[in-house]
């Protein structure tokens, strides 16, 4: 069977990075990693191609190789995913899609054309799509009915499909799942609240895979929550550490975390001896009622300025998503947040409105009491430019105006540098470098040119064009004299505000206009109203 994966495109989001990825020659952050996994699952003697619509168009010759094309996707590429379904079956194509989305919403019109859907976990339903094309048959949806599989019998995904040199970072996945319960999440109505990890020996045969690739830059840990699962984590570093070493260390690690991490030195300390490089914690807020309301409550234990400087204070730079819009919120959010972040010096705040996903609490809660705008989730999907797609407790132009307020003044050049030095002269010594080779270190520092040349770009915008010149080169001596071991590092993230800059003008423009084609608010629903239909 020759198989044609396609990867929707993605709109600009936070996390799209062009301009960054412009400088080092690189044209997407991450690549589908949920696509090569079911190239994994099913049968290895189908001849199978993958086009990344983020990289690359799909060529005709690649349509006319094909005899199935398979097709999965996250709610923000709902709409190329729609488009490149109607493509294949002009053609004729059968199409199965899958993914986050289709599991989701698999009634989505956005789906109607698609003969196969594929939903849920694939190692428990590719095995019935798989058994369905056996026989013939031309259409089905397979389910797994809440079931969901144990991961230590997925198999190394199918790598050697992508084209690597398109990355800037490449991704595997230890763990699926998350104890807790945040109302908004849509991980646990995927993947549950019981973390199930791959084996280390597993997690390390697939980095020994992508070495053998010849892969040799970061690595993205897409876990939900890598410290889910505690305990399986500490059994995993101690191996992923002993395999750098041996290597001396060809990746560097990024992850996704819950707060409670700040709460176990042990696990910061694997961490940073394996080079988790950064980590990202869902903060959300600082208003702590917020955080009650919405039932992340693990964000309430203790204060979250001191988790982000314990982080920090091991050598993990802390990324962290932000959310406007939650009930009951009072005026000024925006402005907490921004003192929050420019407290702490969190370089990359990601920061969105809430947007009720399809079955989450949150979802159902909102149906329950009406305030869903159904046309408006429907039509736009979910990013970080979209308006709620709910009736918030508060007039939502004041909300909309907040955030593009609060996220302008985040990336405004001159407040930008300052908190990332701020934030360099607290970050601890890289504890991994102490491991490797004094040898290799002295080689990995060497530059390529493509670095040379972005760094040349950087320090010829900030350091010489812009009004952010005095600053620039006030702070890189600063962090050269105080913090030298992470000198790399701060230029890197100095450099990320190249993107931000760019990303303002985004969210001003587009927030702008859907306020201007915005019907008349309807009344906000009350905070007793809202409170009175909390789930107990
Ligand atoms: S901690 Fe993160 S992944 Fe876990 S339930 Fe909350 S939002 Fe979801």
């Not at 996220?407 to 407040?415: G, H, Q």
Request: aromatic share 10%; glycine share 6%; proline share 6%.
């Amino acid at each position: 069977m020759r198989t044609l994966f396609i990867y929707p495109e993605f709109p600009k989001t936070f996390w799209s990075y062009e301009k960054i990825l412009e400088l080092v020659n690189r044209k997407v952050l991450l690549p589908p990693l949920g696509i090569v996994t079911v190239a994994a699952l099913l049968p290895q003697e189908w001849e199978m191609k993958l086009v990344d619509r983020n990289v690359r168009e799909v060529s005709e010759a690649e349509w006319a190789w094909a005899e199935l094309v398979v097709i999965s996707g996250m709610i923000v590429q709902k709409a190329d995913m729609a488009t490149q379904i109607g493509k294949a079956k002009q053609r004729g194509l059968p199409v199965a899609v899958g993914g986050p989305f289709a599991s989701s919403t698999p009634d989505a019109p956005e789906l109607q054309l698609a003969d196969f859907k594929v939903l849920d976990e694939g190692e428990i339903t590719l095995p019935m799509f798989i058994e369905a094309i056996q026989k013939g048959e031309c259409s089905g949806r397979f389910s797994s009915n809440g079931v969901k599989p144990d991961v230590t019998g997925t198999p190394i995904p199918r790598f050697d499909l992508l084209e690597l040199d398109a990355y800037d970072s490449m991704s595997v996945q230890f763990s699926r799942g998350c104890p807790f319960q945040c109302e908004f999440c849509d991980i646990i109505v995927l993947y549950g609240r019981k973390p199930r990890t791959k084996n280390p020996e597993q997690l390390i045969a697939e980095l020994q895979y992508l070495y053998d690739l010849g892969w040799r830059r970061s690595i993205f840990l897409v876990d939900d929550n890598f410290i889910g699962n505690k305990r399986n984590a500490k059994l995993l570093l101690p191996a992923l550490k002993e395999w750098q070493i041996k290597r001396n260390y060809p990746f560097s690690f990024a992850t996704e975390a819950s707060v409670d991490l700040a709460a176990d030195d042990e696990l910061m300390e694997m961490m940073a001896e394996c080079r988790f490089d950064s980590v990202f914690l869902g903060i959300e807020t600082p208003d702590e009622a917020s955080l009650s309301i919405a039932g992340k409550h693990q964000n309430t234990r203790s204060s979250l300025e001191d988790s982000v400087d314990r982080i920090t204070s091991f050598g993990i730079r802390v990324m962290a998503g932000f959310i406007i819009g939650f009930d009951g919120e009072k005026t000024g959010a925006g402005d907490r947040i921004v003192t929050f972040v420019s407290n702490t010096g969190i370089p990359a705040a990601m920061m969105g409105m809430l947007q009720a996903l399809p079955n989450t609490g949150l979802w159902h809660r909102l149906e329950k009491e009406g305030r869903l705008i159904q046309e408006q989730a429907d039509a736009k999907g979910v990013n970080q430019t979209n308006l709620l797609n709910f009736v918030p407790s508060r007039p939502i132009r004041d909300i909309a105006n907040e955030y593009v307020d609060a996220f302008c003044r985040l990336y405004e050049p001159n407040a930008y540098i300052d908190r990332v030095t701020h934030y360099y002269t607290k970050m601890g010594q890289p504890r991994w470098q102490k491991y490797v080779k004094a040898a290799a270190l002295g080689k990995a520092t060497l530059p390529t040119w493509t670095d040379v040349r972005a760094l040349l770009i950087v320090i010829w915008r900030q350091g010489v064009l812009r009004d952010t010149r005095w600053r620039f080169w006030r702070s890189l001596l600063k962090i050269a004299r105080l913090n030298p071991n992470n000198f790399e590092q701060f230029v890197v993230t100095l450099a990320h505000n190249e993107h931000f800059q760019e990303y303002r003008g985004i969210v001003t423009r587009e927030i702008q206009v859907q306020l201007a084609s915005l019907p008349p608010e309807p009344p906000p629903a009350t905070v007793e109203q809202s409170r009175e239909l909390q789930p107990a």
